[in-house]
């Protein structure tokens, strides 16, 4: 069994949406995982993670859209508000998606489906850095 | 330490939700995990995974009106609309929920509480055939 | 590699967020895990678990006020009305969170972010009798 674990920094330029699904597969193959599972985490309340469609970049333009009129930035009725207009919107957002992903590994690599990618999600509209950890867990390759 | 992993597949009827429980269960049956966890992974992204209450089918009645509300077919907003009005709230419907249900094994079973089943949430209102990978990771039986 | 798992009870005072990061943490501690995972799940459809901004209770308040719109208690709409007018309500706040938490561990702890903390979120008005599994799965301090 391999239990293999690597920080994995990004640096954001503000809210948008980020592919890190090389990264994430470069990661899984460094593990020498076989048949596994590889959990990405994110270390912060105002941003998240999502599995996305990857082809046609509008849907990432549509779900951003969605996402500023489901969680209003500055919404008068937050009280927390300190940081500015997009603090609290950010830590909701990140609340209705999620801060961890798992994924399954086969045959060395992460078994997304073909239109699936993998994406860090920042809701600050500054530019942020963003620590993930990367847990893979699994029957290495010689031991098949 | 046992790594199980095995494809599952399902033909929905178009939209709604399909209950898996069964189908897991077996599968962590066969995987002879006595303890550990058991991940389901849908490959798309526009489909998903809940566990929900599975008892009364009024719930799930109620779950497909409230996300209709929440994310309107067709909403005029959306320039992601090549495949239909369906396909971009799908997009958002998954992302509200989930891709992954990580679930724990304990007696070699999934120790789901007394009302809770897990479900593929088919998004898209045509049928579909949904590919599904299960892990089960954990201690076997006889390595207790 | 280790195995380990243990139920964790909470008894609620009904509907709000509850810490259980000092919890979680000695529970991986007793695994004498040192890298890996953890997962928290929670056996019901009407709780759910968050990571949340720990340090300003504010936050919370406001998570409070914009779920109470964002799922309306006692919405006409809802068939599934038996158990009062949460119950719904507290059904689809379960499904737009998570029942479930995959963390990772490091140096034997829970390796959140400084303002991460773990939160059981209780959605009846009344108090409940929570049970949760954790499991954890890893690499033990004497195997590194």
Chains 1, 2, 3 share one sequence.
Not at 32 to 53: K, P
Not at 102 to 116: E, F, H, M, N, S
Not at 117 to 123: A, D, P, R, T, V
Request: glycine share 8%; charged share 25%.
């Amino acid at each position: 069994m391999i239990v293999f674990q690597q920080q994995l920094v990004h640096e954001t330029r503000g809210r948008g949406t980020y592919d890190l699904t090389a990264k994430i597969d470069e990661l899984v193959g460094k593990s020498a995982v076989d048949v596994g599972q590889c959990t990405v985490f994110v270390q912060h309340t105002s941003a998240s993670l999502i599995l996305c469609e990857n082809a046609d970049p509008s849907v990432r333009a549509d779900l951003e859209r969605y996402f500023a009129d489901l969680v209003e930035d500055g919404d008068p009725h937050f009280t927390h508000r300190s940081e500015g207009p997009d603090d609290m919107a950010a830590h909701l957002r990140s609340i209705l998606t999620t801060n961890s992903l798992t994924l399954p590994v086969a045959d060395g690599r992460c078994a997304l489906g073909t239109w699936q990618g993998i994406y860090l999600w920042e809701h600050r509209t500054q530019h942020h850095r963003r620590r993930m950890i990367v847990t893979v867990i699994g029957r290495g390759r010689s031991e098949d």
